[in-house]
């Protein structure tokens, strides 16, 4: 019954299946309580799946239950406020696999369950030491207040999640204290969010199961080891928001599985290298933003069809934007991402999943994603030196939701189709030179939530949209346009007109033109009118035949009226 839609209440008849050696009821939404009714008589219990619904868990300190499991998960239960791991479950001895995520438990961790083979105690409020681990297969403890310097693994461990906690310390005993002889077969490590320091060793060697890689947001620095180019079944690698200087490693080029490169946030220098390209061609996400990288964007990048983000804000990279970015197949092809949710999944286990994540920069705040990655699209090349035009072809990625090109020199125009990109959710092209009028297609983007044009040499008319006019008007300034939400009025002021785009004569009328209109049209009639007269006066026999003119039509008029009143009045008697 896993993984469906189920709601209610446990109910406590379950207690009574005695035979009953397997319930699984994870990620529904069932709530309630369960307390010791609801396990009576399940003396047959072997595995307990519970995790991801609402229930609460109320019974005795002392309890026993008459089950001994194997598997136990009970994530996202509450256990109780400021509880501690329950006392319970030492009689557990069997328990190979046990998830007691997201319980709101605390405390320190009991000796016996860095024994669990596999093991998640994520998102609580845990402290303490950890101890080396040597028997376990898996281990969740990401998101708590475990500190010290990290632990020693054995050569088993697959997968390794310690981030977000306060350990401390050197890595290079963690990766490199064992003897050379030795092999790992880590699939995962997370480490991100932690107080490590001190440089990456040159020990990558021994690591080259590795898949998933995550060193972010730590104190490290120094440059970033050549043989990380032995990683090359590597999917992932963070690096982000540390002080890693240097070039961007060559051997990197090795690790052609990559879909995930995020080195934002350091001090790495050199050309943004052109074989990413053409060996990476796994990449959906390439994030190297606020560094110190130089050089242009080389058109080997549009090889990438499955690139959904690429970040390189914040560098030094100049020339201009490369006119193949149409070849973005993924974010060029209509409803390519449409049912694509639950993340980008590296590793399945019982009490859950090791999935991608990403920081993305838009609308001037910083978002992390993770369920709905697949879903995110975004291009953010801001302050850097770019320079020449934007090219119309990148007007065809209709799915691209946010797209920064601020803090260039970007010249000429807005292209005209720029409101082809229906899903363009946040627009920056602030502080270039771009120059023209805003073309009328802005007033067809439907998914607008965010558009900055300020500080550019626009003119004209902003499109009327009532979308555009609740922007705010720091929107716009910085250029000659008028109309709303500007306090500028293209008509008042005799402002510079909007002409349609595509570059027909038909424009509107100014307020000048109108006015000279009417001029013109009241003298040509009082000048018609004065010959007519002048001539009656001075022309005799027009005079004459003009009225006798009128006189017979006016006869005519009458004779014809009044026959009509006599039929009618006959017709009615």
């Known amino acids: 019954m896993a993984s469906n839609k189920l709601t209610g209440n446990l109910p406590e008849s379950l207690g009574q299946l005695f035979n009953l050696k397997f319930l699984h009821v994870e990620d529904n939404k069932l709530e309630g309580v369960v307390s010791e009714i609801h ?10 799946y519970a995790s991801g619904n609402n229930f609460t868990l109320k019974v005795r300190s002392n309890w026993i ?24 479950l030492d009689s557990q001895k069997n328990v190979w696999e046990l998830d007691l995520s997201s319980t709101g438990i605390s405390g320190e961790v009991p000796s016996w369950i860095w024994d669990v083979q596999y093991l998640n105690l994520s998102h609580n409020h845990l402290h303490g030491k950890i101890p080396d681990i040597i028997n376990s297969d898996l281990m969740c403890l990401s998101s708590n207040k475990f500190s010290g310097p990290l632990p020693k693994v054995g050569s088993d461990v697959s997968d390794l999640d310690l981030s977000n906690n306060s350990f401390s310390g050197d890595i290079s005993q963690f990766l490199c204290g064992i003897g050379n002889e030795t092999t790992y077969s880590l699939d995962v490590l997370k480490l991100e969010g932690n107080r490590l320091t001190g440089e990456i060793p040159d020990c990558w060697i021994k690591w080259s199961s590795i898949r998933v890689l995550n060193l972010g947001d730590n104190n490290m620095f120094g ?17 982000q928001n540390n002080k890693f200087s240097g070039h961007i490693p060559f051997s990197l080029r090795n690790c052609t599985k990559l879909v995930n490169v995020d080195l934002a946030g350091n001090e790495l220098d050199g050309k943004m290298p052109a074989w990413i390209g053409t060996r990476l061609l796994n990449l959906r996400f390439l994030v190297l933003r606020a560094n110190k990288l130089s050089g242009e964007i080389s058109p080997d990048i549009c090889n990438l069809n499955s690139l959904q983000i690429l970040d390189i804000s914040n560098n030094g990279i100049s020339g201009i934007i490369p006119r193949c970015v149409d070849n973005f197949t993924a974010m060029a092809t209509k409803g390519s991402f449409v049912n694509q949710t639950g993340g980008v999944v590296y590793t399945y286990y019982g009490t859950g999943v090791f999935a ?17 990655l697949p879903l995110v699209t975004n291009i953010d090349l801001s302050k850097n030196n770019l320079s020449g035009d934007i090219p119309k072809e990148l007007t065809s990625l209709v799915e691209l ?19 082809d ?54 929107s716009f300034i910085g250029n000659d346009l008028c109309g709303p939400p500007l306090t500028s009025n293209c008509i008042s002021s005799g402002g510079p007109k909007n002409e349609h785009d595509n570059g027909s004569d038909d424009h509107e009328p100014s307020s000048s033109e109108i006015e000279w209109f009417y001029v013109f049209l009241s003298s040509g009639y009082a000048v018609g009118l004065s010959i007519f007269c002048t001539t009656l006066i001075l022309k005799k026999s027009w005079r004459e035949a003009y009225f006798e003119f009128m006189e017979e039509m006016w006869n005519r008029v009458y004779v014809y009226f009044y026959i009509k009143w006599r039929k009618l009045t006959r017709t009615s008697v």
């Not at 920064?404 to 189709?417: A, K, Y």
């Not at 500080?455 to 949209?465: A, D, F, Q, V």
């Open 421 to 474: 990109m229906k899903q363009l959710e946040s627009l920056d092209l602030s502080s270039n030179s771009l120059s023209g009028e805003m073309p009328n297609s802005f007033s067809v983007m439907p998914s607008l939530n965010y558009l900055n044009v300020s500080y550019n040499k626009l003119t004209g008319k902003i499109p009327e949209s009532t979308q555009l006019r609740g922007f705010d008007s720091s």
């Open 356 to 372: 991608e994540s990403v920081s993305v920069a838009t609308k001037g705040s910083e978002s992390h994603y993770d369920t709905i």
């Open 223 to 239: 440059s970033i080891p050549n043989s990380i180019g032995f990683l090359t079944n590597m999917l992932s690698l963070n690096l």
């Open 65 to 88: 239950p008459p089950f001994s499991l194997t598997s136990l998960g009970l994530g996202s239960w509450n256990l109780g406020f400021g509880s501690t791991i329950p006392q319970w």
């Open 39 to 48: 396990f009576a008589n399940l003396t047959n219990l072997m595995d307990l």
């Open 401 to 419: 939701r946010s797209l920064n090109l601020s803090g260039n020199h970007l010249t000429g125009l807005i292209p005209s189709n720029i409101g």
